[in-house]
C-alpha cells in the first residue's frame, strides 16, 4: 500500500586502499612484516571512517533530518544516530551478491576504482560498501539460518539457480 511519503536508501562504495600495494609489497621484500600488516589497517580503518563520515553528511547535508546532530566520539562508537549503514556479506544482509547489484547502480569501478573478484571480495581490500538507511527505527540484525523453502524463494526472486545460492548462503543453510 503506498503510503504517499517519500523516502530514501543511500548506496556507498569507498576505499582507502588505492595504489598501497606497491608499499606493501617494499616493507614485504624486506621482511618488515610489521609496516605492511600496519598499512593494512590503516588504511581498513581509514575506509571504515570514511564510509561512517559519508553517513553523517548523509544524515547532517543530504537528506538534512539531522542538521543539529553533535555527538561525541563515545556516542559515535555507540552508533547512537539515527539510521544504520549494513552492508553485503556481513549478518544482516549475509547474500555477497548484493554487491554486484549496488557496483553496477553506482558505476564503482568507474567512480571509485573498486572492483569485485570472482568471490564478491572487494579489491582493493581496504574498502567498504553498502547502503544507508534513514528511518528512525532501522536497527541492524542478524540472519542466522534460513531454511530450504526461503533459500528456493530467494533464488527464484534474484533469478538465480539453487546451487548459486547455495554457493552464497551454505553458511546458513
Same mark, same amino acid.
Given at each position: 500500500?503506498?503510503?504517499?511519503?517519500?523516502?530514501?536508501?543511500?548506496?556507498?562504495?569507498?576505499? #582507502?586502499?588505492?595504489?598501497?600495494?606497491? *608499499?606493501?609489497?617494499? =616493507? /614485504?621484500?624486506?621482511?618488515?612484516?610489521?609496516? %605492511?600488516?600496519?598499512?593494512?589497517?590503516?588504511?581498513?580503518?581509514?575506509?571504515?571512517?570514511?564510509?561512517?563520515?559519508?553517513?553523517?553528511?548523509?544524515?547532517?547535508?543530504?537528506?538534512?533530518?539531522?542538521?543539529?546532530?553533535?555527538?561525541?566520539?563515545?556516542?559515535?562508537?555507540?552508533?547512537?544516530?539515527?539510521?544504520?549503514?549494513?552492508?553485503?556479506?556481513?549478518? #544482516?544482509?549475509?547474500?555477497?551478491?548484493? *554487491?554486484?547489484?549496488? =557496483? /553496477?547502480?553506482?558505476?564503482?569501478?568507474?567512480? %571509485?576504482?573498486?572492483?569485485?573478484?570472482?568471490?564478491?571480495?572487494?579489491?582493493?581490500?581496504?574498502?567498504?560498501?553498502?547502503?544507508?538507511?534513514?528511518?528512525?527505527?532501522?536497527?541492524?540484525?542478524?540472519?542466522?539460518?534460513?531454511?530450504?523453502?526461503?533459500?528456493?524463494?530467494?533464488?527464484?526472486?534474484?533469478?538465480?539457480?539453487?546451487?548459486?545460492?547455495?554457493?552464497?548462503?551454505?553458511?546458513?543453510?
Amino acid at each position: 500500500m503506498e503510503s504517499g511519503k517519500q523516502d530514501y536508501i543511500g548506496g556507498f562504495a569507498v576505499t #582507502a586502499g588505492l595504489e598501497i600495494e606497491d *608499499k606493501v609489497k617494499e =616493507f /614485504e621484500a624486506v621482511h618488515d612484516d610489521y609496516h %605492511a600488516i600496519l598499512l593494512k589497517a590503516l588504511a581498513d580503518r581509514f575506509a571504515e571512517a570514511f564510509a561512517e563520515r559519508m553517513h553523517e553528511r548523509m544524515r547532517k547535508e543530504w537528506w538534512g533530518f539531522a542538521t543539529d546532530e553533535n555527538l561525541d566520539n563515545n556516542t559515535l562508537i555507540a552508533e547512537g544516530y539515527r539510521g544504520i549503514r549494513p552492508a553485503p556479506g556481513y549478518s #544482516a544482509c549475509p547474500d555477497h551478491t548484493e *554487491k554486484a547489484l549496488l =557496483f /553496477e547502480l553506482l558505476d564503482v569501478p568507474a567512480q %571509485a576504482g573498486i572492483t569485485l573478484t570472482e568471490s564478491m571480495a572487494m579489491y582493493p581490500a581496504a574498502s567498504v560498501s553498502g547502503w544507508y538507511f534513514s528511518h528512525p527505527e532501522s536497527k541492524y540484525f542478524a540472519v542466522s539460518g534460513i531454511d530450504r523453502d526461503q533459500l528456493e524463494d530467494y533464488a527464484k526472486r534474484k533469478g538465480m539457480s539453487i546451487p548459486q545460492m547455495e554457493r552464497w548462503l551454505s553458511p546458513l543453510l
